[in-house]
T-cell receptor, first 116, second 113 residues
Framework: GAGVSQSPRYKVAKRGQDVALRCDPISGHVSLFWYQQALGQGPEFLTY????????KSGLPSDRFFAERPEGSVSTLKIQRTQQEDSAVYLCASSTGTGGFTDTQYFGPGTRLTVL | RKEVEQDPGPFNVPEGATVAFNCTYSNSASQSFFWYRQDCRKEPKLLMSVYSSGNEDGRFTAQLNRASQYISLLIRDSKLSDSATYLC??????????????FGTGTRLTIIP
């Protein structure tokens, strides 16, 4: 079946530009997560949605980062006025949201963002 | 101290050997533990979940030690195709009820022919 998809796969932005990254979760998955993975590091949590509600945005590094999931399916992560330190792979993951601590998160292929 | 710590390696291991990785975690409230495999420029893919003492799947065994707060991954009869980065992940329950994952930095494994 279809997994998590993300677009674009690669994005090059000039410093100061705004970017929008899209995530299509597995159909029917209630929970959606965004992670940021810097080179040589593990993914770090950014934000979490349960359906359309953004329940946890404690990992967003600054107010330049904004995420939404208006209809409870597709999600967009927006970064305003990009900085070089924003260069990373942005991973989206989804889970059924019904299993509690046994829920498995399935990851998309990620968007590799390079800020020049 | 980081919430989840792993030895970054690299581990260079001859084909057919047994290799073990450890991962320590600091949040005693964590209830579920995962090993993900990540190939170069690919997304993490779930290898094993551990909720109680351990789990075994073919050549792979994951063990959980709650008292010492570590999990381990054992790979027996290693294959060239096992070369990858292995990420340890621990759930971090919050008041929101979500089970966000906290990852280690990953351990790079290379199997040598």
């Amino acid at each position: 079946g279809a997994g998590v998809s993300q677009s674009p796969r690669y994005k090059v932005a000039k410093r100061g530009q705004d970017v929008a990254l899209r995530c299509d979760p597995i159909s029917g998955h209630v929970s959606l997560f965004w992670y940021q993975q810097a080179l040589g590091q593990g993914p770090e949590f950014l934000t979490y949605f349960q359906n359309e509600a953004q329940l946890d945005k404690s990992g967003l590094p600054s107010d330049r980062f904004f995420a939404e999931r208006p209809e409870g399916s597709v999600s967009t992560l927006k970064i305003q006025r990009t900085q070089q330190e924003d260069s990373a792979v942005y991973l989206c993951a989804s889970s059924t949201g019904t299993g509690g601590f046994t829920d498995t998160q399935y990851f998309g292929p990620g968007t590799r963002l390079t800020v020049l | 101290r980081k919430e989840v710590e792993q030895d970054p390696g690299p581990f260079n291991v001859p084909e057919g050997a047994t290799v073990a990785f450890n991962c320590t975690y600091s949040n005693s409230a964590s209830q579920s533990f995962f090993w993900y495999r990540q190939d170069c420029r690919k997304e993490p893919k779930l290898l094993m979940s551990v909720y109680s003492s351990g789990n075994e799947d073919g050549r792979f065994t994951a063990q959980l030690n709650r008292a010492s707060q570590y999990i381990s991954l054992l790979i027996r009869d290693s294959k060239l195709s096992d070369s990858a980065t292995y990420l340890c992940a621990v759930n971090s329950p919050s008041r929101f009820g979500n089970e966000k994952l906290t990852f280690g930095t990953g351990t790079r494994l290379t199997i040598i022919p």
